[in-house]
């Protein structure tokens, strides 16, 4: 599943193709994580430059947000497949599950409304796989990025304590509160964020969170599709999602 079949009948037909944007989509969330990474270390050796933190900010904003279309888009083509029958499985098995997939979920109104951690979970039970627990950490950390991602998107201003202690009774929980809550030491903050800054957006977005995302997104689907005993559809390129 990691190349486009192309489906051609005669010298006179049209080409047809089914593409792959999950696969694009984390492979850009990788290379964008590199980048922010030579950054990262060119400022931390002295080395810089007028547009650093411009460029820096777009590559570690846009790593998250693609590691997460990366997820939606994988279980939404591979739902796409099943219910159109337009797959090649290597063996009769993938044929038959990808066929019960479709079956037994083929209202596409019902499914593009579930929430994407839904997806996976509904997909599994189908299979008669078992679906993950909470307390399974790269299931946990997909969620957490999940929220992350929907915050960036629809993103509304609000007030943040930057010095001092924020008060309960007074100051309702800030997004950089909550973000520095669940995202405490789960990777390394953005050395290029100055002092007395909030958590969310500045020491938050860098190498380190657009890293995690990567990985966490690439263990979830690693393990969906290792429940499913299926080949992932991006285990061609596993060569190119390097972090750094």
Not at 9 to 28: A, H, K, L
Not at 89 to 117: C, S, Y
């Amino acid at each position: 599943m990691d190349k486009i079949p192309l489906e051609v009948t005669d010298g006179e037909s049209p080409i047809r193709f089914r593409d792959c944007f999950s696969v694009r989509y984390i492979q850009s969330a990788a290379t964008l994580c590199r980048l922010a990474y030579a950054i990262e270390q060119d400022y931390l050796a002295g080395r810089r430059t007028a547009d650093m933190q411009l460029r820096h900010e777009a590559f570690t904003l846009h790593a998250v947000l693609s590691s997460v279309s990366f997820l939606e888009s994988t279980i939404n083509e591979l739902h796409a497949d099943a219910t159109d029958e337009e797959f090649v499985a290597a063996e009769e098995q993938h044929a038959v599950l990808l066929r019960t997939i479709g079956r037994e979920w083929h209202n596409p109104k019902n499914f593009d409304r579930a929430p994407m951690i839904t997806k996976y979970q509904t997909i599994l039970a189908i299979a008669g796989r078992p679906g993950f627990e909470d307390g399974d950490q790269a299931f946990a950390n997909v969620r957490i990025l999940t929220e992350l991602r929907n915050h960036l998107l629809h993103y509304t201003r609000e007030w943040v304590v930057v010095r001092g202690r924020r008060d309960p009774d007074r100051e309702p929980e800030s997004t950089s509160d909550h973000f520095e809550k669940v995202l405490d030491r789960k990777f390394a903050t953005n050395p290029l964020a100055g002092k007395n800054v909030p958590f969310f957006p500045d020491r938050c977005l860098g190498h380190g969170c657009a890293e995690w995302a990567i990985l966490n997104s690439v263990i979830l689907t690693d393990e969906f599709f290792r429940r499913l005993g299926m080949q992932a559809p991006y285990e061609g390129i596993r060569d190119e999602l390097a972090t750094r």
